[in-house]
């Protein structure tokens, strides 16, 4: 069975930063194209940031210039730099294929940004 772990997530206020880091045993991100996707209460989950397995990056307007997202193949973990957060960054987020998700999600990491 797929599995996606997802950590880093925590409670943060305006203006911090954070980083989120997914690991999987058996998806190897490195010829895949990973994205970072979130959900906040009572929205659709959106994606926010791909990467292609080129290392090509693409990000959603709303966090453009303020989130990145890069890769580290030997510990096969993709990570999501967030910077300058804002209270509506709030959500759980969640990595997988992008820009289809093509596996099972994983539990996610809350991310909470206080005003």
């Known amino acids: 069975q797929v599995q996606l772990v997802e950590s880093g997530g925590g409670l943060v206020q305006a203006g911090g930063s954070l980083r989120l880091s997914c690991a999987s045993s058996?998806?190897?991100?490195?010829?895949?194209?990973m994205g970072w996707y979130r959900q906040a209460p009572g929205k659709q989950r959106e994606l926010v940031a791909t990467?292609?397995?080129?290392?090509?990056?693409n990000y959603a307007d709303s966090v453009k210039g303020r989130f990145a997202i890069s890769r580290d193949n030997a510990k096969n973990t993709v990570y999501l730099q967030m910077n300058s957060l804002k209270p509506e960054d709030t959500a759980v987020y969640y990595c997988?294929?992008?820009?289809?998700?093509?596996?099972?999600w994983g539990q996610g990491t809350q991310v909470t940004v206080s005003s």
């Open positions: 997988n294929t992008a820009p289809r998700s093509l596996y099972g």
């Open positions: 058996s998806i190897i991100f490195s010829i895949n194209s």
């Open positions: 990467l292609t397995s080129t290392r090509t990056t």
